[in-house]
């Protein structure tokens, strides 16, 4: 014999069993969580990387200004693939090489001043 409680349980249960299988089912129709793995960028712009390496000089030189990094247009993104930008602005007051590598195929990159 079921009690009445077990009843209104199993009634108020339902419900919610039938409403979270309706969202799984929309969630995979429409592919919920293919955002979380959105690719990256296919191009680097010149300008947003010159902007990110001028900023990441100044942090780690501890400079009150940024330098001007000067980088091409555009260069495609592949790990492993090395560019070169030019830097301006530094205390020895000579344009140096920038050489920047891509890391990773999601535009991040690794960056080292050379030598003059």
Do not use: N, Y
């Not at 592919?31 to 390496?53: C, E, I, N, Y």
């Not at 330098?67 to 301006?88: D, I, K, M, N, Q």
């Amino acid at each position: 014999m079921v009690s009445r409680g077990a009843g209104r349980r199993r009634a108020r249960l339902i419900p919610g069993l039938i409403a979270l299988a309706a969202l799984l089912a929309i969630g995979i129709v429409f592919g919920a969580g293919a955002d979380l793995t959105h690719p990256g960028p296919d191009r680097l712009t010149g300008s947003d990387v010159s902007a990110q390496l001028a900023l990441g000089i100044q942090t780690q030189r501890g400079m009150p200004t940024p330098p001007v990094v000067s980088c091409p247009a555009s260069e495609p993104v592949r790990t492993g693939f090395t560019f070169e930008c030019s830097v301006t602005g530094l205390p020895s007051h000579q344009p140096q090489k920038l050489d920047v590598t891509e890391i990773d195929g999601r535009g991040h990159l690794r960056w080292k001043i050379s030598s003059p």
